[in-house]
């Protein structure tokens, strides 16, 4: 008689720590897109379908990239807590929602960046502030590319003369949004109220004229007067992923690559800052494309920096645990 093998599984506390350190991944507007189930075998990622940005985000592409920036946070989590996750995307088609299912495996050496970039995920933030120049980042840049290449997409810094074309870009999507009501009442729901477990707070937010020292940011509704890092104007590195279609699978790995850039960067002692209002809309997406040097689907901007402070703001909030994951 063939005997069967008992799967090995982390601890239900275990489960518990790495998805809620995971759950700190970014997300568009803190929207939290995503749903964990353990079946007590396996681990399943799913896309909740009603947190989705319907004027921003119509085919949920941010959606999904947020659940793969998720997918790869939580991942880092247990490989530091020696556990390997063997991850199959998009598991059963007729479920687009069910993004990724992963099985555990005893990993008693993950190699010393997954120590670095887990013990990151509770120090990363998005800095809507000016950045300065950061600092080594000849080093890190090749870092990235290594990191994002198991993901089929493409890191491509942009020239500095890239950043007033991007401006213009970000001014036009602003000013195209400005009577799209639907597009304006969403932000307004997810953004600027303090004290939700979702959405940007007004303690992330920036004043008219922090953003405009940035010049490439959305435009989300203004806390008031401010003038942080008064002297500074962005010298951040614009950072541009590009994927080679537009499908769920390449959306999701769109994610995880985001996700270990930016993690990356933070143990790396940068600042940085997602993007994707200028992906949003089809003459950004052109003059992105224009900007890289070969072909594909520029799928989100990222701002690196050195922040030159230490005005860091609180931590976002998130949704508590009982309401994203089930333990069957
Ligand atoms: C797919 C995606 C798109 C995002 N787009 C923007 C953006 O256009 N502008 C911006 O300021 N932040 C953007 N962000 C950052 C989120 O607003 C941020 O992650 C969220 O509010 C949580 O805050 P935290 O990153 O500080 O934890 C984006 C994040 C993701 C994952």
């Known amino acids: 008689m063939s005997e069967q093998r008992v799967p090995e599984v982390p601890d239900p506390p275990t489960i518990r720590a790495a998805i809620g350190l995971g759950c700190r991944a970014p997300s568009v507007h803190n929207t939290q897109p995503w749903r964990w189930v353990f079946d007590g075998t396996r681990l399943h990622l799913l896309r909740d379908t009603d947190r989705q940005l319907t004027a921003a985000d119509p085919r949920a592409r941010q959606a999904v990239i947020s659940c793969g920036a998720a997918l790869h946070h939580v991942r880092t989590a247990f490989a530091s807590h020696g556990w390997r996750t063997d991850t199959v995307r998009l598991p059963d088609p007729p479920r687009p929602d069910l993004l990724a299912t992963l099985e555990f495996q005893p990993w008693p050496n993950p190699p010393m960046g997954v120590f670095r970039r887990a013990e990151a995920i509770s120090r990363r933030y998005t800095d809507r502030l000016p950045l300065a120049e950061p600092v080594g980042w ?38 195209l949004r400005h009577y799209d009501m639907d597009y304006q009442g969403e932000l307004r729901w997810w953004a600027g109220h303090p004290g939700t477990p979702e959405g940007v707070p ?127």
Request: with cysteine; net charge negative; hydrophobic share 35%.
């Open 138 to 175: 000849g080093s890190v840049r090749l870092a990235l590319d290594d990191l994002v290449s198991p993901h089929e997409v493409t890191l491509d810094v942009l020239d500095e003369d890239a950043r007033a074309r991007l401006s213009v870009a970000s001014e036009q999507s602003d000013a």
């Open 202 to 328: 007004p303690s992330a937010l920036v004043s008219e004229s922090e953003r405009s020292r940035v010049g490439v940011a959305r435009k989300f509704p203004t806390p008031g007067p401010s003038a942080r890092r008064g002297d500074l104007h962005d010298h951040a590195r614009l950072v541009v992923l590009t994927s080679t279609d537009e499908t769920p699978s390449t959306w999701l790995h769109t994610g995880e690559a985001l996700s270990a850039v930016l993690l990356e960067c933070t143990a790396s002692g940068m600042s940085s800052c997602a993007l994707t209002h200028i992906t949003e809309l089809s003459a950004g997406r052109r003059l992105l494309s224009s900007l890289i040097a070969h072909p594909g689907i520029p799928q989100v901007v990222i701002r690196i920096g050195t922040a030159p402070d230490d005005q860091q703001p609180p931590p976002t909030p998130r949704r508590p645990l009982v309401d994203i994951l089930t333990v069957q």
